[in-house]
């Protein structure tokens, strides 16, 4: 099972991955299911993968996006910076329950970089710090595999830029 970095624009990450998803190596991996977080950009890359693998895609609520108290008003009125801010901040310090035998093997998880970096820190005991800035987290389709932690990308190239 190899999990997947989701953006936040669908209509750009549409754009980006028909541009950009190397098909042959989805074609080569031999997916059977596609597990995805419920948002909508996550199953519309779900959706696009699974067609090309010929796979089907099954929606997984504990991929949505973390539920956190009310945003308070005065970050709010911040901007989209200081919302962010608090999002990252309130994902770091939110612990999930993750058990990877829900999935079946020969599968691809798309969800989102927070929800990536609790199950990496879940699985592989990491701390949460030191996943802030790791590549794996941040790259567009890319993610790691559930049983080696190792890296990974559905990308070209690796070198493939977002437009």
Known sequence: VRL?????????DFAY???NLDREKIRSMRISNVYSSPIKRAMQTA???AKIARA????????????????????????????????????????IEFDPGTFE???II???????RRIYSSVFGAKM???????MFKEYLSGFDLKTGKKFSLLKSQKAKRC
């Open 4 to 12: 997947l970095r989701q953006e936040s624009n669908p209509s750009i």
């Open 17 to 19: 991955i028909t541009a």
């Open 47 to 49: 959706k696009y993968i």
């Open 56 to 95: 089907r895609v099954i929606p997984a609520g504990q991929l949505g996006e973390i539920v956190f108290d009310s945003l308070p008003r005065s970050t709010y009125d911040m901007g989209s910076g200081a919302i962010r801010s608090y999002l990252v901040e309130k994902s770091y310090a939110t612990k």
């Open 105 to 107: 093997d020969n599968s």
């Open 110 to 116: 798309v969800t989102h970089g927070f929800i990536m």
């Open 129 to 135: 710090d030191s996943l802030k800035n790791h590549s």
